[in-house]
């Protein structure tokens, strides 16, 4: 079994996945904590021959991590921010400073669609941009949906925006704190998310396919007008391109991966950012 790992600041994701069939065996969260220990929540090591990690946990955390895991796992590969990996060249000043889990959407969403833009609603929302050739053009990082809800400070903190409700009932003005609060930050989300990517392909002269990923991801797809797709083991797919272990990962096949979403035209994007300008 092949242990996949995407250690967020908020929640530790992990996959288990078969070696040879390259099927999903079995998922789970627990929440990103100072140190590892195994406990019930992750999957017993005896049958695991290799792990893949993604973490933007302290650099501790993720050592420790791995001395553990190397104590009982054959192989562990840790995925770092690297200048250039798969085609993919790093837009940043400092390549190794890059969110390690926005280098693996990145090269991710590269080895599906080929230029595009990742979209990570986690803690923070990150947006990143890849053009055509492979240049990582840098990004965006915006408050996630409930890191925004805990800096109001108005005891909404625990009541989540229902993934199933109504678009437009969030377009709606709150007539209730926690609605006013819910619906205030699902626009601050959207919005920058419609406006930063409709932006940057004006001036870079390109519509970009757009993937969405992240705990949030689902509530956050319904107000993203951007023609998107919805790929929650995005950061896993990182992880798969960058260590491929089975024959479907080295034929570059990533496990859930969605169809590429046909962008709209770059002059619908120019004639939506016209008509924002306009209002
Ligand atoms: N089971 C869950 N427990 C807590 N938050 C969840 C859960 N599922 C989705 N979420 C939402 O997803 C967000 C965390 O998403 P995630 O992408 O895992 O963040 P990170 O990668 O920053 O740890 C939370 O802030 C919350 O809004
Ligand atoms: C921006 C992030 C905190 C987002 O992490 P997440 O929301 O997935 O927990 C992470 O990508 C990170 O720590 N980045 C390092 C700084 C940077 O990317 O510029
Ligand atoms: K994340």
């Known amino acids: 079994m092949i242990l996949d790992l995407d250690i967020g600041n908020t ?4 996959r288990l996945k078969d070696a040879e069939s390259s099927e999903i065996r079995s998922r789970g969260a627990v929440w990103t904590r ?3 220990r195994p406990g019930a929540d992750i999957p017993n090591l005896d049958v695991v021959e290799a792990v893949r990690i993604s973490s933007v946990a302290r650099a501790t ?6 001395a553990l895991l190397r104590r009982q796992v054959r192989q562990v590969y840790v995925a770092r921010s690297t200048p250039e990996a798969l085609g993919v060249i790093n837009g940043y000043e400092e390549p190794g400073r890059l969110g390690v889990d926005r280098w693996m959407g990145a090269l991710a969403g590269y080895q599906l669609a080929g230029g595009c833009c990742a979209v990570d609603c986690g803690s923070a929302i990150t947006i990143d941009f890849v053009l055509p050739g492979g240049v990582h053009l840098g990004g965006f990082i915006v408050p996630g949906l409930r890191l925004m809800k805990e800096s109001l400070k108005l005891g909404t903190r625990n009541v989540a ?6 678009a437009d009932a969030l377009l709606e003005p709150g007539r209730r704190t926690v609605d006013a609060v819910n619906h205030g930050i699902y626009m601050a989300a959207v919005s920058a998310i419609n406006r930063i990517y409709s932006e940057v392909c004006d001036q870079q002269g390109v519509a970009l396919p757009m993937m969405l990923t992240g705990g949030d991801a689902r509530v956050v ?11 929650p083991d995005m950061v896993y797919g990182g992880l ?17 991966a969605p169809s590429v979403p046909e962008p709209v035209s770059l002059e619908k994007i120019r004639a ?3 008509f924002s300008m306009l209002l």
Request: hydrophobic share 40%; aromatic share 10%; charged share 25%.
């Open 34 to 36: 100072e140190e590892w």
């Open 11 to 14: 929640l530790s994701k992990w």
């Open 272 to 274: 939506g950012l016209a």
């Open 221 to 231: 797809s319904r107000g993203v007008q951007v023609p998107h797709a919805v790929w």
């Open 61 to 66: 955390v993720l050592e420790e991590t791995v």
């Open 161 to 166: 925006i229902d993934p199933e409700s109504e």
């Open 240 to 256: 798969e391109a960058s260590f491929p272990l089975t024959f479907a990962e080295r034929a570059g096949k990533m496990s859930g």
